[in-house]
């Protein structure tokens, strides 16, 4: 896997934010490390009422567009609503 420029890397994040209006954003990836996968965090109302896949869809539809080919260095999406990390399922 190549490894994303920070421009890509901004690029992605910037993204994510404004059109999943996300309010809360977490994208990890360990370059200096050598370890390209990318591990994506996000809270979004936006999400409401999908499930799982639909976002998991709804997410990788924002990083292909973005990233093209080097949407493979993203390993795994993790995506609330805003209500499921205010108070998380017993």
């Known amino acids: 896997m190549s490894?994303?420029?920070?421009?890509e890397f901004d690029m992605l994040q910037n993204a994510l934010e404004a059109?999943?209006?996300a309010s809360e954003l977490t994208?990890?990836?360990?370059?200096?490390n050598g370890d390209v996968p990318m591990v994506?965090?996000?809270?979004?109302?936006?999400?409401?009422?999908?499930?799982?896949?639909?976002?998991?869809?709804?997410?990788?539809?924002?990083?292909?567009r973005v990233l093209?080919?080097?949407?493979?260095?993203?390993s795994m999406?993790?995506?609330y609503t805003p209500s499921e990390i205010e108070s998380p399922a017993a």
């Open 40 to 64: 994506i965090d996000v809270v979004s109302p936006k999400f409401q009422g999908l499930s799982q896949l639909q976002r998991q869809d709804l997410v990788w539809s924002i990083i292909d």
């Open 27 to 32: 994208v990890v990836s360990d370059f200096d």
């Open 19 to 21: 059109e999943l209006d």
């Open 77 to 79: 999406i993790v995506a």
């Open 68 to 74: 093209g080919e080097h949407a493979k260095n993203v």
């Open 3 to 7: 490894r994303l420029t920070d421009q």
